[in-house]
């Protein structure tokens, strides 16, 4: 899936798929692999939506690390992302031009998260519902 085809070169341009194709693309699909931009491009809800039940999902890339939690309630059972070790130097890594290519193994690290089995028995504990209606 890809919002823009112009992304794609070459011998991957057959396999492109707009992201309306994605009920149709996902059929019969065991595992999904999304990117994080997907949530920068607006597009994480319809894709999450058109995967089955019984498709196991993970979520890659620095965006998706941002805050995971939404994920996990949504079924989505891994996040691969990056953490930021060092902000001050990730700062100057970027007001000087660079981009998140020069951040790993200067600043940052790669991390993967997985959702607390707690969760899956309260999936409230994700955004804190239990707290606010004093569970």
Known sequence: MEKNPEALRGADLSRYRPTGAATEAFAGAEVAILTGSALVNHTMDALLDAVST?????????????????????????????????PARMVRILTEGGSGHHLRGECAQKIVMVPDPMLKANPARLIGLDRARGA
């Open 54 to 86: 019984f498709c196991r999902i993970a979520v890659a890339g620095p965006t998706a690390s941002l805050f995971p939690l939404p994920l996990f309630a949504r079924g989505v059972e891994v996040v691969g992302g990056i953490r930021i070790a060092d």
